[in-house]
């Protein structure tokens, strides 16, 4: 609901704009003096302020000069009973929004503080925008269609539906930043800002500015008011990637944040409240950081609320082929012309590779093979170099067909290498990769046998 703030020093003036207010669906929070004014300014974060233009102590453009500083962007309508021309003049200089002569209709009142309420909509919706689009990676979406896949996507709908704090892990390359804009997405903040903010790539000061804002004068440099990531997001959602890199400050700092909901602007004293979604991600197992005492357990706790684990690719093999045609598309979109195919061959390359840069490095193999390569067919030679393979499989010699044994060698290497990624579970192994734990059973089963007969021999 969109909050006014109404300074009058009559009680029943207060009262009667509160009314015709609050019939409009506006809700409405009231001061005597501009002093109580500025604070509940500050605490409240109205998006439109009625003042009246003379009041005992400072008067209405007094507050006028004041707000602006608090934040440029307040549309302030100014009321009285003493109008002149210059009285307007004064009050258009002074930046108020608009200027209303006392005694007012209601629908005179309602229409001026729509007007001003929108007006303020779109400047700060502009602003948290510019914030997104500066540093907004192109938008993907999530492709796999393994079991472990459909058990994120089976999350990612859970969690979407909740207004809670969401802790998305994974190692690096493995697509949080991806996940965390499908949640804002699908959730009930869809028309709200994302907002992000890589916490590993900016200093203690920055990012707290960054996070929380600063008052003009808060520091060497802070020559206006700068409203933080948090104020940017209200109603919307924040994305915090790399959170185990803050420093201890700024962990308490944001530990109160989500307890409270409540910061304050650094170089100031005066609380503002905030109503945010917060999304963090991370590449470290944040409980063990925190066990350690490199992470504060309480933050911790208070960003787990909805945990989310992201599987590194090389326990999703079966989603290879599927990703690696996409990046293929992609790249052919952005380059104009027909996607490149790439060859069987070149697919069990693919899919024997560990990916230590999880799906981020299987999209640049695929960009760097669709550029050099000259033919429509990506072979396995050209990428073999690239991941430190060679070009094709040795032959088995007389123990069946070069290709037969090929494939059925690299089948045994692909499901040994995820049991051992999973200690030896063979619930979350078939998950993995895609199949049955009968099937997975029968063949282990299989191989266990033949290596018994070739003991004997």
């Excluded at 779109?122 to 269609?145: F, H, Y």
């Excluded at 890589?198 to 808060?218: I, Y």
């Excluded at 760097?368 to 094709?392: C, E, K, M, Q, Y």
Aim: charged share 25%.
């Amino acid at each position: 609901m969109r909050r006014v703030l109404i300074v009058d020093d009559k009680q029943l003036m207060r009262d009667s704009v509160s009314t015709m207010l609050a019939r409009a669906g506006y809700n409405a929070v009231t001061a005597d003096s501009a002093e109580a004014a500025e604070k509940a300014a500050r605490r409240h974060r109205p998006a439109v302020v009625i003042t009246d233009l003379r009041m005992p102590g400072s008067d209405g453009l007094s507050l006028l000069e004041r707000l602006a500083e608090l934040d440029p962007d307040l549309p302030v309508i100014l009321m009285t009973a003493y109008a002149s021309v210059e009285t307007a003049v004064a009050a258009m200089k002074g930046g108020a929004f608009d200027y209303i002569q006392k005694p007012f209709e209601g629908d005179e009142l309602i229409l001026a503080v729509g007007r001003a309420a929108e007006h303020h909509r779109l400047r700060t919706e502009n602003a948290a925008l510019k914030q997104a689009a500066a540093g907004a990676s192109p938008r993907r979406r999530l492709v796999g269609k393994s079991l472990v896949m459909d058990r994120v996507h089976r999350q990612i709908e859970q969690i979407a539906d909740s207004c809670g704090t969401v802790l998305v892990s994974g190692e690096s390359g493995t697509g949080k930043e991806i996940v965390a804009h499908a949640i804002h997405e699908l959730g009930p903040r869809s028309e709200r800002p994302l907002l992000c903010l890589n916490c590993a790539a900016l200093s203690t000061g920055l990012l707290e500015s960054e996070l929380f804002g600063h008052e003009k004068g808060a520091f060497t440099g802070a020559d206006q008011v700068r409203k933080g990531r948090f104020e940017l997001a209200d109603g919307g959602t924040l994305l915090l990637d790399e959170i185990s890199e803050i420093s201890p400050q700024v962990q308490a700092k944001l530990l109160r944040v989500l307890q409270e909901r409540q910061f304050e602007r650094v170089g100031s004293s005066v609380t503002m409240a905030v109503d945010v979604r917060v999304i963090a991600t991370t590449n470290r197992n944040l409980e063990e950081e925190a066990r350690h005492g490199r992470f504060r357990q309480d933050l911790y706790y208070r960003l787990n609320v909805l945990p989310l684990q992201l599987p590194p690719l090389r326990a999703r093999r079966a989603d290879i082929p599927v990703l690696a045609e996409h990046f293929l598309r992609l790249q052919a979109r952005r380059d104009g012309r027909d996607p490149k195919c790439i060859d069987a061959e070149a697919v069990q390359l693919l899919c024997a590779y560990p990916w230590p840069g999880n799906v981020r490095e299987l999209e640049n193999i695929c960009q760097r093979a669709a550029v050099l390569t000259d033919g429509p067919t990506i072979a396995a030679r050209t990428i073999a170099p690239w991941l430190n393979a060679p070009a094709a499989p040795r032959p088995m010699g007389e123990c069946g067909s070069g290709a037969a044994r090929k494939l059925e060698d690299l089948e045994r290497e692909v499901i040994v290498a995820t049991l051992g990624q999973f200690d030896g579970h063979r619930q979350r192994t078939a998950e993995a990769l895609g199949i049955g734990v009968r099937t997975l059973g029968l063949k282990l089963k299989k191989w266990k046998e033949q290596e018994l007969v070739a003991a004997s021999l």
